[in-house]
């Protein structure tokens, strides 16, 4: 039996002692001071330059249509991009969920089915995408078409290579109509330039296909292909 009323205590804490909010304290009683180095390529953050990082994060997925409640995983190793991502979903109420990057596929495919979130999976390596596009397959719904799907080519694969590589094999394990198409850094104007080409190299693959006679010369059925990755596939993915 309690012997105090403890609903004072527990809504203070639960409200004033946040993570997020001691985060908060140490930015403006510690701004200009050193809170994040990285070695491996010789960058360091202060405490305020760490929350302008967390905050781009924040905006990008609000933008995405995250929300307060919404579960938002990472599998991350020990990097910057890391602590951004552990403090950005806060600044917007989301639920974090970190994943170990050293797990096996098998293990990280339960953690996925466990907690079903939408997922889109990147890799650096062209030569995973056959691997993750097939595993992804065992673990869809019928939540949003696509809801765990191969993510467009990047950082290194964001060329024109590598962006076919990355729909042919989309195309060939999974379907490309419900693909939401390429990324961008949110921190960059520069880079929207990359929409650009995306959409240009899709529309000469999926023009290629149709001269070849690989799929049909259906004017209607390929506007709505194109415009899907282009815009509204998103537009419905992230609940825009």
Same mark, same amino acid.
């Given at each position: ?29 510690? =701004?200009?001071? /050193?809170? &994040? !180095? +990285? ?7 202060? %405490? ?57 596929? =098998?293990?990280? /495919?339960? &953690? !996925? +089915? ?7 999976? %990147? ?57 939401? =198409? ?58 825009l």
């Amino acid at each position: 039996m309690r012997t105090y009323d403890d609903k004072m205590f527990i809504e203070t804490f639960e409200h004033q002692y946040t993570w997020l909010n001691g985060f908060m304290r140490n930015v403006r009683r510690y =701004g200009k001071k /050193a809170a &994040l !180095i +990285d070695p491996a390529t010789d960058r360091s953050w202060t %405490y305020t330059q760490l929350n302008q990082e967390a905050n781009q994060l924040a905006h990008a997925l609000r933008q995405d249509g995250v929300g307060k409640n919404d579960v938002v995983m990472w599998v991350l190793p020990n990097c910057p991009e890391f602590c951004f991502a552990y403090i950005g979903p806060r600044k917007i109420g989301a639920i974090i969920n970190l994943a170990n990057y050293k797990l096996s596929f =098998g293990e990280l /495919a339960l &953690l !996925i +089915d466990h907690n079903c979130p939408k997922v889109i999976l %990147y890799s650096l390596n062209p030569a995973d995408f056959d691997m993750l596009g097939t595993i992804l397959g065992a673990f869809q719904d019928d939540e949003v078409p696509g809801k765990i799907q191969l993510g467009s080519a990047w950082w290194f694969c964001d060329t024109d290579d590598g962006m076919y590589q990355q729909m042919k094999t989309l195309a060939r394990l999974g379907l490309l109509g419900n693909f939401i =198409g390429m990324l961008t850094d949110s921190r960059s104007f520069l880079s929207y330039t990359r929409h650009e080409l995306f959409r240009r190299l899709m529309c000469n693959l999926i023009g290629g296909w149709v001269e070849n006679g690989q799929y049909p010369n259906d004017d209607k059925a390929l506007k709505q292909i194109v415009e899907g990755i282009s815009y509204y596939n998103a537009k419905r993915y992230f609940n825009l």
